[in-house]
């Protein structure tokens, strides 16, 4: 037990010293769109639902949801990136601010920002419609501005924070890192302390010399198919280059049983799979090609063997080539990232490690990679032991994949899994409008039910404190609406609030109940339940919750009603008139003190 506290002690240490640090993240940027529909019914026209939409939540994607999990997490994040002048660039710029990412981004008045929608149904993904193509090329102007970004914002970042930062590349094959921004990366490599690479064709990337890459499963296979292809000089170092025929992101046929450089019989013989623009992996690279020893890959896409390999999973696999994968990358660390298998990492002792996770559904699991990314790029900069690295990695790629959405891993989440005290620092009771709206989206894609009140609080006492329990004991998250000091007078009279709103904010935050304070100067809270959606909206009396004015707005937006009766006898305007009584009784007058007659 006391080995377990002190693990737990040894990587909150961790997770408390990146705090800040400063990330600069360079590459493709999308915009993740999610539409939840309903169905109950097949249209006349076909065999397919009708679908009615219910909900739309948009999210920063790729390159920009690696940096909205380093700001998550506690570092300082900046992104560089290539985005569109359109709607989609817009709620991406809206994202990165909700998170606290510094936007460094470019504008591409010709090039469409890069978007992934989803239509769901029940949680399952019915389908998906991309949009943005590797061929929308930077032009010249595009790239140059896009290098004065990259400059400027190095600097920015060690201006700000006295040290070198550190450099997160994510190259998915939108376009957004041609050929002279990787060499402009590759020249400066020292200017940056650690260098994280996450990239589809990791053989473009062979000259940076990162400090750790993250490939998938099949984006180690690829590489390493090709490196089995490529034939150096003698003392030359390895560059690995596209060969003829090998289609830029799709798989070719694998050959199972023969040695890499071997001769593939003739009804497996290399044919070319359709190319994937996206630079995803298609649907084919989610299998493992294995010989009859388990430990030989013939080419860069799949086959499954029922007998070659028996017994050996990919992890092992991934394991006895991680030496390899180092070499042909240049890396000092290899992550291998396996999906609900976990991963597989290697460092320069050559000692594989091996993490796990829960296998969820896909739906939940979009951007886990990102938050994976995030916290191994922290960790390694934080100069953290690989094994910690290796763990926190896993830890925050698994807590976030509780429910649909795209994947946010938060400090203050990975500090409670920790079992850590979660400090001012990971979780500010007091927030504003637009930042509350953003905490509440991540905590409800976490699958935690929203419980939302307010009121003026004016004089705080025992009813009070009692009415926030109870109302905490209502979901997982309580944000309470607190109107500000003009709201009150309108609603009181001139000669309230006794209290002003930075005393009554002050320690309704400081109760253990209360998550999240918000200030409100309208009359009415419609705005921010509006905005924050709650799954149960709360308010105090004895009366039925059909009588709140609230309640049909609450209801069309999904969430019910309750009312808490008060503490007899426990109210602000019994408070303050016992006050002004007291103030009117007449006082025996105290001569304790009083001095003699001289």
Same mark, same amino acid.
């Given at each position: 037990m006391a080995g377990g506290a002190a693990e737990q002690r040894r990587l909150t240490a961790v997770v408390e010293g990146w705090l800040g640090r400063p990330v600069l993240v360079v590459g493709d940027a999308m915009l993740d769109e999610w539409r939840f529909a309903e169905s109950d019914r097949l249209c006349r026209e076909a065999p397919a639902p009708v679908l009615t939409l219910r909900r739309r939540i948009s999210a920063a994607g790729g390159a920009a949801n690696t940096a909205v999990n380093v700001a998550a997490l506690g570092g300082r994040a900046v992104l560089v990136a290539p985005v569109g002048a359109d709607v989609a660039g817009d709620e991406l710029h809206d994202c990165l601010d909700r998170a606290g990412v510094w936007d460094r981004t470019v504008n591409q008045p010709a090039r469409p920002t890069p978007v992934k929608r989803r239509m769901l149904a029940g949680n399952q993904i019915l389908l998906r419609e991309d949009s943005g193509d590797p061929d929308d090329v930077l032009d010249a102007d595009g790239v140059a501005r896009l290098l004065t970004a990259l400059d400027c914002a190095t600097e920015e970042l060690r201006a700000a924070g006295g040290e070198a930062p550190t450099l997160v590349v994510c190259d998915y094959g939108l376009g957004a890192l041609p050929a002279p921004v990787r060499a402009w990366l590759v020249t400066h490599r020292e200017r940056y302390a650690t260098v994280a690479l996450d990239a589809h064709d990791l053989a473009d990337w062979r000259g940076l010399a990162p400090t750790v890459v993250t490939p998938s499963f099949a984006e180690a296979t690829r590489l390493l198919a090709r490196a089995a292809g490529a034939r150096p000089a003698p003392g030359a170092g390895l560059h690995l280059d596209h060969p003829d025929g090998d289609p830029a992101d799709g798989p070719s046929e694998l050959t199972v049983g023969v040695s890499p450089g071997g001769v593939a019989p003739h009804h497996a013989a290399h044919r070319p799979g359709p190319t994937n623009p996206t630079g995803e992996p298609t649907a084919g690279e989610g299998r493992v090609a294995m010989t009859g020893n388990g430990l030989t890959v013939t080419g860069t896409g799949v086959t499954v063997n029922a007998t070659a %390999? #028996? %017994?050996?999973?990919?992890?092992v696999l991934a394991e006895s080539r991680l030496a390899e994968l180092r070499a042909h990358t240049g890396a000092d660390v290899v992550a291998v990232t396996l999906d609900t298998d976990g991963a597989v990492v290697g460092g320069a002792d050559g000692e594989p490690r091996r993490s796990h996770s829960t296998p969820v559904p896909a739906s939940h699991a979009v951007g886990a990679g990102d938050a994976y990314l995030a916290a191994m790029t922290l960790a390694l900069a934080a100069d953290a032991p690989l094994p910690t690295a290796a763990q926190l990695a896993q830890l925050a790629a698994t807590i976030t994949v509780s429910d649909t959405g795209t994947c946010v891993c938060r400090r203050e989440d990975l500090l409670v899994a920790l079992d850590a005290p979660v400090d001012g620092a990971g979780h500010r009771a007091l927030v504003g409008t637009d930042e509350l709206a953003a905490i509440v989206e991540e905590h409800r894609r976490a699958g935690r039910a929203i419980v939302f009140t307010n009121g003026c609080f004016d004089v705080l006492h025992r009813g009070h404190v009692r009415y926030l329990e109870q109302a905490r004991a209502l979901g997982d998250l309580l944000v309470v609406a607190v109107n500000s000091d003009g709201s009150v007078r309108r609603l009181k009279g001139p000669d309230r609030p006794v209290n002003p709103v930075e005393? @009554?904010? $002050?320690?309704?935050?400081?109760? $253990?109940?209360?998550?999240?304070?918000v200030v409100f100067e309208e009359d009415s809270p419609t705005d921010l339940i509006e905005a924050v959606r709650p799954d149960v909206y709360v308010k105090g009396g004895d009366y039925p919750p059909e009588m709140v004015p609230e309640a049909p707005l609450v209801r069309r937006l999904g969430g019910q009603v309750r009312?808490?009766?008060?503490? /007899?006898? @426990?109210?602000?305007?019994?408070?303050?008139? @016992?006050?002004?009584?007291? %103030? &009117?009784? /007449? &006082? #025996?007058?105290?001569t304790s003190l009083t001095p003699e007659p001289s």
């Open positions: %390999g #028996e %017994g050996v999973d990919r992890a005393d @009554r904010i $002050a320690l309704l935050a400081a109760l $253990a109940c209360v998550d999240h304070v009312t808490l009766g008060y503490v /007899p006898d @426990r109210s602000t305007s019994a408070i303050i008139d @016992r006050i002004r009584a007291h %103030g &009117q009784e /007449p &006082q #025996e007058e105290d």
